[in-house]
């Protein structure tokens, strides 16, 4: 089911026209300037078999986008980006309501907490006309642009560091080996390596195009990112902060999300430009197979021990797959979950959904949804 153009907030992201990079300039502004929240979604989730809706939990006023979740499942908390207000919410999973809201942070995108750590990073790439003209300039390389990396400690909720981010900073992932996060910046052509221990910036990785969502794969102990304009899959070896390959994928148009099985090095890609997803032999480095997805897909989750992919779509869709053989992924179906439902996160021990929905009925909420398994 399409969502109405009138109830969706353009993303760069979404622009699929390889235009000129000084007409990027103008989308920027257009994108990263103050936003305010379109329509109202009045829609309910059609969630067929496969799911039940827990309920719609308030999240505060409606906003123009939500973007990134990750939760922490020791200490019950969700964190979510509220990027239309530039705050960073954090979710009490056992109570049910917010607990703080954390302003400062200027479109907020990419958020990742590490328990192991006490720590939660937030990508910032700022607003208004001053940050959409340092994205324009960034995209034609006369700009190392001011987005930045905000680190937050998870006990007391404080801010403890902030680093330069580049031009458009969005997904994170951690290595836990090296203890180094990674940062994709985007629209900055680069992923940006972060001293987790130190709390300072290591070292800025170039990449070939565009750079979706970041993710490390603990059985290759690499780091993995789509490269959005090249239709590749890059491979960064942590040890030396480089990249050493590019995985070529065939089939796919404009490759942004990423998920990858734990423990057997099995990658999955969404292309949003041709609604598929690539299963990737990440030890191979080679195409294993394909599948069709929900409409515009964008953030993908994997429930480790019910061994369920999802891959949560712009459209509002979300495609369920079965991973049991992670190399085969069978399709179970796909579900409206509800208007700009793009980013969902899952919690390894209720085994349920959150989906942070930018605007409902004139409020931001936090739409739950329970998997219904048969045993």
Same mark, same amino acid.
């Given at each position: 089911?399409?969502?109405?153009?009138?109830?969706? =907030? #353009?993303?760069?992201?979404?622009?699929?026209?390889?235009?000129?990079?000084?007409?990027?300039? %103008?989308?920027?502004? %257009?994108?990263? @300037?103050? %936003?305010?929240?379109?329509?109202?979604?009045? $829609? =309910?989730?059609?969630?067929?078999?496969? *799911?039940?809706?827990?309920?719609? *939990?308030?999240?505060?006023?409606?906003?123009?986008?939500?973007?990134?979740?990750? #939760?922490?499942?020791?200490?019950?908390?969700? /964190?979510?980006?509220?990027?239309?207000?530039?705050?960073?919410?954090?979710?009490?999973?056992?109570?049910?309501?917010?607990?703080?809201? #954390?302003?400062?942070?200027?479109?907020?995108?990419?958020?990742?907490?590490?328990?192991?750590?006490?720590?939660?990073?937030?990508?910032?790439?700022?607003?208004?006309?001053?940050?959409?003209?340092?994205?324009?300039?960034?995209? &034609?390389?006369?700009?190392?642009?001011?987005?930045?990396?905000?680190?937050?400690?998870?006990?007391?909720?404080?801010?403890?560091?902030?680093?330069?981010?580049?031009?458009?900073?969005?997904?994170?992932?951690?290595?836990?080996? %090296? $203890?180094?996060? *990674?940062?994709?910046?985007?629209?900055? @052509?680069?992923?940006?390596?972060?001293?987790?221990?130190? @709390?300072?910036?290591?070292?800025?990785?170039?990449?070939?195009?565009?750079?979706?969502?970041?993710?490390?794969?603990?059985?290759?102990?690499?780091? *993995?990112?789509?490269? $959005?304009?090249?239709?590749?899959?890059?491979?960064?070896?942590?040890?030396?902060?480089?990249?050493?390959?590019?995985?070529?994928?065939?089939? !796919?148009?404009?490759?942004?999300?990423?998920?990858?099985?734990?423990?057997?090095?099995?990658? /999955?890609?969404? !292309?949003?430009?041709?609604?598929? &997803?690539?299963?990737?032999?990440?030890?191979? =480095?080679?195409?294993?197979?394909?599948?069709? #997805?929900?409409?515009?897909?964008?953030?993908?989750?994997?429930?480790?021990?019910?061994? =369920?992919?999802?891959?949560?779509?712009?459209?509002?869709?979300?495609?369920?797959?079965?991973?049991?053989?992670?190399?085969?992924?069978?399709?179970?179906?796909?579900?409206?979950?509800?208007?700009?439902?793009?980013?969902?996160?899952?919690?390894?021990?209720?085994?349920?959904?959150?989906?942070?929905?930018?605007?409902?009925?004139?409020?931001?909420?936090?739409?739950?949804?329970?998997?219904?398994?048969?045993?």
């Amino acid at each position: 089911m399409e969502t109405p153009l009138s109830n969706r =907030r #353009i993303g760069l992201r979404h622009l699929k026209v390889r235009a000129p990079a000084i007409l990027w300039l %103008a989308v920027a502004l %257009a994108v990263l @300037s103050p %936003a305010i929240a379109l329509g109202t979604s009045e $829609q =309910r989730p059609s969630l067929g078999a496969l *799911f039940t809706l827990v309920g719609d *939990f308030p999240l505060g006023a409606a906003t123009s986008r939500t973007d990134y979740q990750s #939760i922490d499942a020791q200490a019950r908390r969700l /964190y979510i980006a509220k990027m239309g207000e530039g705050k960073l919410l954090v979710y009490d999973l056992a109570q049910g309501r917010v607990l703080r809201e #954390i302003a400062g942070l200027p479109k907020v995108t990419g958020v990742l907490v590490v328990p192991s750590l006490h720590r939660v990073y937030a990508s910032a790439p700022g607003s208004g006309i001053a940050a959409s003209i340092r994205v324009g300039l960034g995209m &034609l390389g006369l700009s190392s642009g001011k987005g930045a990396v905000a680190i937050f400690d998870s006990e007391t909720l404080n801010e403890v560091g902030r680093i330069s981010g580049g031009v458009f900073p969005d997904g994170i992932a951690y290595d836990p080996l %090296a $203890q180094r996060i *990674f940062v994709s910046d985007e629209l900055g @052509s680069a992923v940006l390596v972060i001293d987790a221990r130190g @709390s300072r910036l290591l070292a800025r990785i170039e990449m070939p195009g565009e750079v979706g969502n970041v993710q490390y794969d603990l059985r290759t102990a690499k780091v *993995f990112a789509p490269v $959005q304009t090249r239709n590749t899959l890059a491979m960064i070896d942590p040890a030396k902060n480089a990249l050493v390959a590019q995985i070529p994928l065939a089939g !796919c148009d404009h490759p942004h999300g990423l998920a990858i099985a734990p423990g057997v090095a099995i990658g /999955y890609v969404a !292309c949003d430009g041709n609604d598929v &997803l690539i299963v990737v032999d990440l030890e191979a =480095r080679r195409i294993i197979g394909s599948q069709p #997805i929900a409409h515009d897909p964008d953030v993908l989750t994997v429930d480790p021990d019910l061994r =369920r992919l999802y891959v949560a779509s712009e459209s509002g869709n979300m495609s369920t797959f079965d991973i049991t053989n992670a190399a085969l992924p069978v399709a179970l179906g796909n579900v409206f979950v509800g208007d700009d439902a793009h980013a969902v996160a899952v919690d390894p021990s209720s085994h349920r959904l959150y989906f942070a929905l930018a605007n409902v009925n004139g409020k931001a909420v936090l739409r739950v949804l329970a998997p219904r398994v048969s045993h």
